[in-house]
């Protein structure tokens, strides 16, 4: 019996635990985020670092997205999931020359900030010494590298730019 309750216990404080992410943002912060993206679909919110965080999908796309907006319904950034070809051109550019047209791309993002400049992402795989490894690689608009990380395990680089 001890370890029924036991058990039961744990799996409690895992229920918990994932429901704390989940929020009930107050009407005034829906209806600015509704105003910003009207239509949106998939719509959950969640709080992350003292933020109120928005997931979502643009209508008629499987685009994902995140916007992130202050508890007081301030808006701060918001990423977008695109594709390479959506790139400008000078990111691509600036990509293709340090890393070569071939390198394999796994991801790239948008992020669009408030009263700051836009920043692209490109999550790649590169060979270093013999071995497949992961680069987060953030670019302004004209193609300038800003920061670089390598094979970093859960790399976060959305709190570098709050």
């Known amino acids: 019996m001890r370890k ?6 744990c799996a409690a404080m895992l229920v ?24 949106a679909v998939d719509v959950e919110w969640e709080k992350k670092r003292g933020y109120a965080v928005v997931d979502f999908r643009l209508p008629g796309t499987s685009m994902e997205c995140e916007a992130w907006y202050t508890l007081d319904g301030e808006w701060v950034m918001t990423e977008f999931d695109i594709s390479y070809d959506k790139l400008p051109e000078a990111v691509r550019t600036s990509f293709e020359n340090g890393y070569g047209v071939q390198t394999p791309v796994d991801d790239v993002k948008r992020l669009e900030r408030n009263n700051a400049d836009t920043i692209y992402f490109i ?3 590169v060979v270093v010494n013999g071995y497949l ?13 800003l920061r670089t990380a390598v094979d970093v395990e859960d790399y976060d680089y959305l709190s570098f730019y709050l």
């Open 4 to 9: 029924f309750v036991y058990v039961f216990m």
């Open 16 to 39: 918990v635990v994932g429901c704390d992410d989940h929020y009930n943002a107050p009407q005034s912060l829906r209806n600015t985020f509704n105003e910003q993206y009207a239509g």
């Open 123 to 125: 999550e790649a795989t």
């Open 133 to 145: 490894t992961d680069i987060y690689l953030d670019y302004s608009a004209d193609g300038k590298l």
